[in-house]
């Protein structure tokens, strides 16, 4: 069996690092943790005129038809260089579903723009449940002419602060089946009706509560079909768990590569403590976190790329990392002592992250009873 990258993707990923360890520097992430906005539109201009921000889509839209493994390939990177900004939200949350449910008119509008770097886009799914379930989909839309109209409030709404289009979930018919009567629209982010409030965070990403007071929408904004986007979100919530377990996954790279330097150069009692028996073993085990991760990540990411159903692959992934990653970081906590504990040292910028990526689409136990049920459970 042959996992190695084809030529497309060493350059891919080697291009990524490269450009990432110049461009974003951690002085530049702690500056977007406080900054509103959250990114840099230079830089987000540059990453798409590299034909990063197209990279799935189809050329014929302006994108680099590149698969979703090359996807996951370049956000490994952006998780090890800790990446700021709308980049799964745009790509994974807005684009994939229009490129793959939207309509030859829909494609035609969007899908330019966001290869640009002209549109920011995410989805609006959860509600103060927090729950990825379709029962938690209260926000209605009703049908008015030739419109719908939605009012409800959305709860952690990534980037939707930014966002030029957003797709929002909404109830547009009430059935003893909560998973029917659900629709999926894309809104104009400028549209009256519409209030967005940034929510405080662990790792300084913005989360928003999304508001919608009788937003008006054409009836020609639905995405797929009426009553019947339960499904869609099944797939988008499949996506974006994979593509956040990429990002994972190259933080998690890079965190055990810095604790090898640190025990190799820190020097207690006259030797390295990378010398010490201890710290050899929790390097063994954050290795063993991160290997046996990159391997599931893969091979879920192949997986979909050839059409192959993945449900499980991904939610192992997914499951697996959201706390190996927290493991990986608290272990490398403990090698590096009290330096690694404060703000000036970069470790805690991915603690901090594991945190909230962990509970990203999904935490360990929500993925673990996709896991039961696809064994027949
Ligand atoms: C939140 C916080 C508050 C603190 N407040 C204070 C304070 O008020 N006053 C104060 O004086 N200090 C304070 N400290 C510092 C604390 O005393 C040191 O963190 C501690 O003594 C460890 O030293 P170090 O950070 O240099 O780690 P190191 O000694 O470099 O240790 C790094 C790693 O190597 C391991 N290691 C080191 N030597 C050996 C060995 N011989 N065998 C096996 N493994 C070894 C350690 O277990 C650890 O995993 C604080 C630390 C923290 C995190």
């Not at 702690?30 to 540059?46: F, H, T």
């Not at 994972?248 to 390295?272: C, N, S, W």
Request: charged fraction near 25%.
């Amino acid at each position: 069996m042959d996992l190695s990258f084809s030529e497309e993707q060493e350059m891919l990923w080697k291009s990524a690092r490269d450009f990432l360890a110049n461009k974003c520097p951690k002085t530049l992430v702690r500056q977007m943790e406080e900054d509103e906005k959250g990114y840099v539109p230079e830089l987000w201009k540059e990453m798409a005129d590299l034909g990063w921000i197209g990279l799935p889509f189809p050329e014929k839209y302006g994108g680099g038809g590149f698969t979703f493994l090359d996807l996951v390939i370049l956000l490994e990177e952006m998780g090890r260089a800790c990446l700021p900004g709308p980049f799964i939200s745009t790509v994974v949350l807005g684009g994939l579903p229009i490129a793959k449910w939207g309509t030859e008119q829909q494609k035609k509008d969007i899908l330019p723009k966001i290869c640009k770097g002209e549109a920011i886009l995410t989805l609006a799914l959860t509600e103060p449940s927090a729950r990825y379930d379709a029962v938690s989909v209260q926000v209605k839309a009703k049908v008015e002419g030739d419109h719908y109209v939605i009012s409800g409030t959305k709860l952690f709404v990534n980037d939707a602060n930014v966002a030029d289009y957003i797709i929002v979930v909404a109830r547009t018919a009430d059935s003893a089946n909560p998973e029917e009567g659900i629709t999926l629209f894309i809104v104009d982010g400028k549209s009256p009706g519409i209030t967005t409030h940034l929510l405080r965070t662990i790792a300084g990403d913005k989360q928003c509560e999304f508001t919608l007071n009788k937003v008006k929408v054409p009836k020609a904004s639905v995405l797929g079909k009426p009553n019947q986007g339960w499904g869609m979100v099944g797939e988008i919530i499949q996506w974006a768990a994979l593509a956040k377990a990429a990002e994972m996954m190259g933080g998690a790279q890079q965190v055990l590569e810095m604790t090898i330097q640190y025990a190799k150069d820190r020097v207690q009692f006259d030797r390295p403590i990378g010398s010490f028996q201890i710290i050899q073993h929790y390097l063994a085990d954050m290795s063993i976190d991160v290997d046996s991760s990159r391997v599931s990540l893969h091979k879920a990411a192949w997986m979909l790329s050839e059409g192959i159903s993945c449900a499980k692959e991904i939610s192992v992934i997914k499951g697996w990392l959201s706390e190996a990653y927290r493991r990986v970081t608290a272990q490398a906590h403990q090698i590096h002592g009290a330096i690694g504990f404060t703000k000036d040292h970069d470790l805690e910028l991915y603690f901090r992250r594991a945190k909230a990526a962990e509970l990203f689409f999904g935490d360990a136990d929500f993925h673990r009873e996709i896991v039961a049920q696809q064994l027949g459970m």
